[in-house]
């Protein structure tokens, strides 16, 4: 998992409800990512954080809220006003430079 | 503005036959190029990577690709498919920190 451990694997919800996604990583890196990958699409960048109490928007923030406290944790929230929810959330680190190192992924259904 | 383009959704090749997922890409400057591989309801991981140096590059499990700048491509290959190689590969570029991944291709290796 490239010292990036991502939990719970699967997660189901009731729409309109808020859910938290965790991403931890051990290895003391600066930088954090969070992607959205959907059938077909590839992934897409959510949030991005290259510092403790810092992060930035990427191309489909919208619907999503992120923290960065501290350095080892990067929570990603998928709030209701995500209107498609449903998807595969990958959170990813980069190694000493690219490439990027993913999590195992957690797997969100909203129903 | 930066893009890769995976031409194939999905390519099939019998088991001990030659491979290649193709892959072209855009962008101003000189990219890092990337092959990830990604397992059922598993993360990313990396299989290659083009840095800088011999437009040849050999990666995991046999892999290799070219890297071909006057065609802007990036295609992967393998002289001979095994079964496990059967999963969904992403090309990617990084540019000054930006990575941009196509939309997968999903391989099938059939025995």
């Known amino acids: 998992d490239g010292g990036i451990t991502q939990s719970p694997k699967y997660l189901f919800r009731k729409e309109g409800q808020n859910v938290t996604l965790s991403c931890e990583q051990n290895?003391?890196?600066?930088?954090m990512y969070w992607y959205r990958q959907d059938p077909g699409q590839g992934l897409r960048l959510i949030y991005y954080?290259?510092?403790?109490?810092?992060?930035q928007k990427g191309d489909i923030a919208e619907g999503y809220s992120v923290s960065r406290e501290k350095k080892e944790s990067f929570p990603l929230t998928v709030t209701s006003a995500q209107k498609n929810p449903t998807a595969f959330y990958l959170c990813a680190r980069p190694a000493s430079g690219p490439p990027l190192h993913f999590g195992n992924g957690t797997r969100l259904t909203v129903t | 503005a930066q893009s890769v383009a995976q031409p194939e959704d999905q390519v099939n090749v019998a088991e001990g036959n030659p491979l290649t997922v193709k892959c072209t890409y855009s962008v101003s400057g000189n990219p890092y190029l990337f092959w990830y591989v990604q397992y059922p309801n598993r993360g990313l991981q990396v299989l290659l990577k083009y840095i800088t140096g011999d437009n040849l590059v050999k990666g995991s499990y046999g892999f290799e690709a070219e890297f071909n700048k006057s065609q802007t491509s990036f295609h992967l290959k393998k002289p001979s498919a095994l079964v496990s190689d059967s999963a969904l590969y992403f090309c990617?570029?990084?540019?000054?920190?930006?990575?941009?991944f196509g939309d997968g291709t999903t391989l099938t290796v059939k025995p």
């Open positions: 954080s290259q510092i403790v109490n810092d992060f």
């Open positions: 990617a570029l990084t540019n000054a920190g930006k990575s941009t």
């Open positions: 290895l003391n890196h600066d930088a």
